[in-house]
C-alpha cells in the first residue's frame, strides 16, 4: 500500500469555482500534514500546515481526519494563479516527508 | 528565496556513469534530506543527514551515497546511473530533526538525465 494516496486529476475549474482535494495516508503515527504547491518544473512549497481543528488560511482550507487517515484541501473563488500540482504531506520521523503523487489543478479563464 | 541551493540545476549523464549533486542549505540548518521526484510522481525521500550522519533512508540502492559536511552543505552520489535515474533531485533542509515542518525549505532542484 502506498504512503499516501491522491487522485492526481487533472482538475480543470473555472475561475471563482470551489474545488476539494482529498487524499488518504497509511502510517497511523504520523503527526504533522501539510499541503504542498508545485509549480511545473519548480520545486515545492508549503501551502499550509493541516490541523486537527481544520485550518484555514484565506481562500484554503484544510481538515484533518486522523480516525480515517484522511486529509482534504478546499480552494475557494479559484484563481488562474491556483493552477498547479497539489501535495498531500504527511511529515514521518525525523522530518521526513511522505510525498503523494499530487493532484494537478487547471483553472480556466 | 529558500536560501538553500543546488547546482548543477541541469546535467545529462551517459549510463553507467557517476554523478554528484550538491547543495547547500539555510543558514543556521543542520539537516539535510534528498529527495528523488520522477516525472509525474511526488519527491521520494533518498535518505537525512544530520550533522554529517545520515540520519534514515529511504528505498534507494546503495549506489545512491550521499554525505553532509561541517558546514551543513551536502552532497549526494549516484554510482553507475540507469535510465530510471532520470529524475529531479530536491535537497530540502532545516533547523534540527524535531523542528515543525513548517521550517523544511527545498532548493530549486537539479535535473538530472541520464541517456
Known amino acids: 500500500r502506498k504512503e499516501v494516496e491522491q487522485d492526481p486529476g487533472p482538475f480543470n475549474v473555472p475561475e471563482g469555482a470551489t474545488v476539494a482535494f482529498n487524499c488518504t495516508y497509511s502510517?497511523?503515527?504520523?503527526?504533522?500534514f501539510f499541503w504542498y504547491r508545485q509549480d511545473c518544473r519548480k520545486e515545492p512549497k508549503l501551502l499550509m500546515s493541516?490541523?486537527?481543528s481544520g485550518n484555514e488560511d484565506g481562500r484554503f482550507t484544510a481538515q484533518l481526519n486522523r480516525a480515517s487517515q484522511y486529509i482534504s484541501l478546499l480552494i475557494r473563488d479559484s484563481k488562474l494563479s491556483d493552477s498547479a500540482t497539489y501535495l498531500c504531506?504527511?511529515?514521518?520521523?525525523?522530518?521526513?516527508?511522505?510525498f503523494g503523487t499530487g493532484t494537478r489543478l487547471t483553472v480556466i479563464p | 528565496e529558500t536560501g538553500v541551493t543546488q547546482s548543477p540545476t541541469h546535467l545529462i549523464k551517459t549510463r553507467g556513469q557517476q554523478v554528484t549533486l550538491r547543495c547547500s542549505s539555510q543558514?543556521?540548518?543542520?539537516?539535510v534530506s534528498w529527495y528523488q521526484q520522477a516525472l509525474g510522481q511526488g519527491p521520494q525521500f533518498i535518505f537525512q543527514?544530520?550533522?554529517?550522519?545520515?540520519?534514515g533512508r529511504g528505498n534507494f540502492p546503495p549506489r545512491f551515497s550521499g554525505l553532509q559536511f561541517p558546514n551543513y552543505s551536502s552532497e549526494l552520489n549516484v554510482n553507475a546511473l540507469e535510465l530510471d535515474d532520470s529524475a529531479l533531485y530536491l535537497c530540502?533542509?532545516?533547523?534540527?530533526?524535531?523542528?515543525?515542518?513548517?521550517?523544511?525549505?527545498f532548493g530549486e532542484g537539479s535535473w538530472l538525465t541520464v541517456v
Open positions: 543558514s543556521g540548518h543542520n539537516t
Open positions: 543527514y544530520y550533522r554529517e550522519e545520515e540520519n
Open positions: 530540502a533542509s532545516s533547523p534540527g530533526m524535531t523542528e515543525g515542518g513548517n521550517t523544511i525549505y
Open positions: 493541516v490541523y486537527s
Open positions: 504531506v504527511p511529515m514521518g520521523g525525523a522530518n521526513n516527508l511522505f
Open positions: 502510517n497511523s503515527a504520523s503527526q504533522s
